[in-house]
């Protein structure tokens, strides 16, 4: 039987997702320690809540996230920042777009808005394979919660 979808997660399953090189990049830019920097927003819990909807709006996300590091850091370089930590997978990508050719697929991430509002600008490839693109703030809680799979498939009008 063929099923009516397959659903790609996006780092470390599309692209390598590299946090030290993202803080790395952070520092470069505000001039703050890398440690530093993972402490305010992921050791903190702040980066969990974003993917858990606690913020629906990609600015007020960039502001807090600026705030929490201490500075105020644009769209751009906080883009600049996220898609320096991401190197594609070409294999995987090719794989994605050969079963859509097939199927339904849809991308499905823990992620935040400013991720979702920006997918275009930090990972075109994978824009370009996925019609359909599924945040985990959309959803109030973030994978592997089951219930957050329920209200994805509710989404997709699946079953």
């Known amino acids: 039987m063929k099923p009516q979808a397959v659903i790609f997660d996006m780092d470390d399953v599309l692209c390598r997702y590299d946090l030290g090189r ?18 305010a927003i992921w050791d903190s819990g702040f980066e969990d809540v974003a993917d858990c909807g606690g913020y629906q709006d990609p600015e007020v996300y960039l ?22 930590a991401m190197q594609p997978w070409p294999e ?10 097939q199927v339904r ?19 075109p490839e994978a824009a370009a394979v996925f019609p359909e693109r599924y945040f985990s703030f959309e959803f109030g809680t973030k994978k592997p919660d089951p219930a957050s799979f329920t209200l ?3 989404r997709m009008g699946l079953a």
């Open 22 to 39: 993202r803080l790395g990049a952070l520092s470069r830019i505000t001039g703050k320690m890398p440690r530093d920097i993972r402490a």
């Open 63 to 84: 502001r807090e996230f600026g705030q929490r590091i201490g500075y105020p850091l644009s769209r751009e370089e906080w883009v600049a920042a996220r898609h320096e």
């Open 92 to 101: 995987m990508l090719e794989l994605a777009a050969h079963i859509g050719s």
């Open 105 to 123: 697929i849809a991308l499905y991430t823990n992620n935040g808005p400013l991720t979702k509002a920006a997918l275009g600008e930090l990972f």
């Open 152 to 154: 994805l498939m509710q």
